[in-house]
C-alpha cells in the first residue's frame, strides 16, 4: 500500500513563499508522473504542475513563473516551491503520484495566502 505524506502548508502574507513536500512512503522506484493539485473552498480540484520522470515539467498558467515543481527519485519524493503567493493561491494542495497505472493522493495540506 502506498502512502503519501505532505508537508509544508501554512499561513503566509501575499508576496511570500513556501515550499511543500510529499514523499511516499516504502522503496518504489519508477513513478513515471508526479504532480500537485489544489482545491479552494466551494471548487473543483484543479491541476497546478505535474512532472515526468525525465523531468519534464508543465504548469496551470495561474502558477506559471511564480511556482516550480521538482523530484527527487532516489527517495520518491515531490516538491512545489511556490514563490510570490498571492490571495488566490489560498487552497488545500494535494500531491499525486501515478504508480503502475493507479493514482495515489497525498491527505492534503493547507495553503493560506492573507495580509
Known amino acids: 500500500q502506498v502512502q503519501l505524506v505532505e508537508s509544508g502548508g501554512g499561513l503566509v502574507q501575499p508576496g511570500e513563499s513556501l515550499r511543500l513536500s510529499c514523499a511516499a512512503s516504502g522503496s518504489i522506484f519508477n513513478i513515471p508522473g508526479m504532480g500537485w493539485y489544489r482545491q479552494a473552498p466551494g471548487k473543483q480540484r484543479e491541476l497546478v504542475a505535474l512532472?515526468?520522470?525525465?523531468?519534464?515539467?508543465d504548469y496551470s498558467d495561474s502558477v506559471k513563473g511564480r511556482f516550480t515543481i521538482s523530484r527527487d527519485n532516489t527517495n520518491a519524493a515531490v516538491y512545489l516551491q511556490m514563490n510570490s503567493l498571492k490571495t488566490e493561491d489560498t487552497a488545500t494542495y494535494y500531491c499525486?503520484?501515478?504508480?503502475?497505472?493507479?493514482?495515489?493522493w497525498g491527505q492534503g495540506t493547507q495553503v493560506t495566502v492573507s495580509s
Open positions: 499525486y503520484f501515478l504508480i503502475g497505472g493507479r493514482g495515489y
Open positions: 512532472i515526468t520522470s525525465v523531468g519534464h515539467t
